[in-house]
């Protein structure tokens, strides 16, 4: 799923990008380009980066409710 249109940032490059060491938005900003237009993918790539670092919404899914 893409979280940045103006990027062209998808969800698998952030949860990459975790990986890789990001931690914050300042992070992924830098390396990815991520809330550096519009800000409108803020709160999608902030629930991204939980879910990245094991924070899953119960049921084991991450809800996206901040990409809608």
């Known amino acids: 799923m893409y ?3 103006c990027q062209a940032v998808t969800e698998r490059q952030i949860h ?5 060491g ?4 300042k ?6 380009g991520v809330t550096s ?6 709160g999608c790539a902030r629930q991204c980066m939980k ?3 094991g924070h899953h919404a119960p049921g084991g ?3 996206h409710a901040a990409c809608a």
């Open 22 to 25: 990001a931690r914050t938005l």
């Open 61 to 63: 899914l991450m809800a």
């Open 51 to 53: 879910e990245a670092h």
């Open 3 to 5: 979280v940045c249109v």
């Open 37 to 42: 237009e519009c800000g409108r993918c803020a």
């Open 16 to 20: 990459q990008a975790v990986r890789d």
């Open 27 to 32: 992070d992924l900003r830098r390396d990815l």
